[in-house]
């Protein structure tokens, strides 16, 4: 009768896989090396050490009976956590009781019969790390944070979302989505105010004075909640030029669904001036 070994993946102490790794087997509660065979019939001997591929995998291998396994770095020799490990799980190629029930392969598993697909998720089982298996047999998400380290601050209050049936952030919630550029460019605020490049805006723009320009949109904003962000060159190196959208006088910005109007200025004196190009972009919902 042959016994399958049920060799796991082989992982660092970080989780990380091991290639290359090397598995080493010997006579239950001892040191001494015992032969495995890469078949059934157990009359292909394995050459030891048995050798992971380049994902940690280890070939099929047999036994008659019980055994130790060792598995070690390649690199340094020395053994991988949690080996060497005596009494090492093997299970039964005969096909009787669970192995006798067949069925077609899925995706993941690809056993074809109840015992190997026990066996091969028992080698799965035996593939995750220590600190794996603690995270996974947290019984709620304060033990789930304590096990990562998180601490009580890691947590989110119910009243961040809204119901399950939205399944989504609360409507008052403001979305990464809701607002985007609507429109951008760049004109020459000089002589006569001309667009060197736009998007979102009509051809036109209102000079309605030194450093005075009204800005319209080739389609109307959807409110006047939009946001105007400005920036502007020129005007000699000594002078610091502020621009920004124009308000009526008592605070007010004159800001519309069709237009608005900005102004610049040297901020040390509030002189009016023209820029030599202004830059503009606007973001909206």
Same mark, same amino acid.
């Given at each position: 009768?042959?016994?399958?070994?049920?060799?796991?993946?082989?992982?660092?102490?970080?989780?990380?896989?091991?290639?290359?790794?090397?598995?080493?087997?010997?006579?239950?509660?001892?040191?001494?090396?015992?032969?495995?065979?890469?078949?059934?019939?157990?009359?292909?001997?394995?050459?030891?050490?048995?050798?992971?591929?380049?994902?940690?995998?280890?070939?099929? $291998?047999?036994?008659?009976?019980?055994?130790?396994?060792?598995?070690?770095?390649?690199?340094?020799?020395?053994?991988?956590?949690?080996?060497?490990?005596?009494?090492?799980?093997?299970?039964?190629?005969?096909?009787?009781?669970?192995?006798? /029930?067949?069925?077609?392969? /899925?995706?993941?598993?690809?056993?074809?019969?109840?015992?190997?697909?026990?066996?091969?998720?028992?080698?799965?089982?035996?593939?995750?790390?220590?600190?794996?298996?603690?995270? /996974?047999?947290?019984?709620?998400?304060?033990?789930?944070?304590?096990?990562?380290?998180?601490?009580?601050?890691? $947590?989110?209050?119910?009243?961040?979302?809204?119901?399950?049936?939205?399944?989504?952030?609360?409507?008052?919630?403001?979305?990464?989505?809701?607002?985007?550029?609507?429109?951008?460019?760049?004109?020459?605020?000089?002589?006569?105010?001309?667009?060197?490049?736009?998007?979102?805006?009509?051809?036109?723009? $209102?000079?309605?004075?030194?450093?005075?320009?009204?800005?319209?949109?080739?389609?109307?904003?959807?409110?006047?909640?939009?946001?105007?962000?400005?920036?502007?060159?020129?005007?000699?190196?000594?002078?610091?030029?502020?621009?920004?959208?124009?308000?009526?006088?008592?605070? /007010?910005?004159?800001?519309?669904?069709?237009?608005?109007?900005?102004?610049?200025?040297?901020?040390?004196?509030?002189?009016?001036?023209?820029?030599?190009?202004?830059?503009?972009?606007?973001?909206?919902?």
């Amino acid at each position: 009768m042959a016994n399958r070994v049920l060799l796991p993946r082989a992982l660092a102490n970080d989780g990380s896989i091991v290639p290359g790794a090397l598995a080493y087997f010997y006579t239950e509660g001892t040191t001494t090396p015992l032969t495995v065979y890469s078949d059934e019939a157990l009359s292909a001997a394995v050459t030891a050490p048995l050798v992971a591929d380049s994902a940690g995998n280890f070939a099929a $291998t047999y036994t008659a009976g019980g055994l130790k396994v060792d598995i070690r770095d390649p690199d340094t020799a020395t053994s991988l956590p949690g080996y060497p490990s005596d009494n090492w799980h093997v299970t039964s190629t005969d096909a009787t009781g669970a192995s006798a /029930i067949t069925f077609t392969p /899925i995706t993941g598993n690809s056993a074809t019969n109840v015992q190997t697909a026990i066996a091969n998720l028992t080698a799965l089982w035996n593939a995750v790390t220590s600190f794996g298996k603690t995270l /996974i047999a947290s019984s709620n998400k304060s033990a789930a944070r304590t096990t990562l380290g998180l601490g009580s601050a890691a $947590t989110t209050d119910s009243t961040d979302y809204a119901t399950a049936a939205q399944g989504t952030l609360a409507d008052n919630a403001l979305q990464a989505s809701d607002y985007k550029v609507q429109a951008w460019g760049t004109f020459v605020g000089t002589g006569t105010p001309a667009w060197s490049i736009r998007n979102g805006f009509s051809a036109s723009i $209102t000079d309605n004075g030194t450093g005075d320009y009204t800005l319209t949109f080739s389609s109307a904003q959807a409110n006047n909640d939009y946001v105007v962000i400005l920036s502007c060159t020129g005007v000699g190196l000594d002078n610091r030029v502020i621009v920004n959208v124009k308000t009526d006088g008592g605070g /007010i910005v004159t800001k519309t669904t069709t237009s608005f109007r900005i102004t610049a200025f040297i901020g040390a004196t509030g002189t009016a001036v023209d820029p030599d190009e202004v830059y503009v972009m606007v973001l909206g919902n």
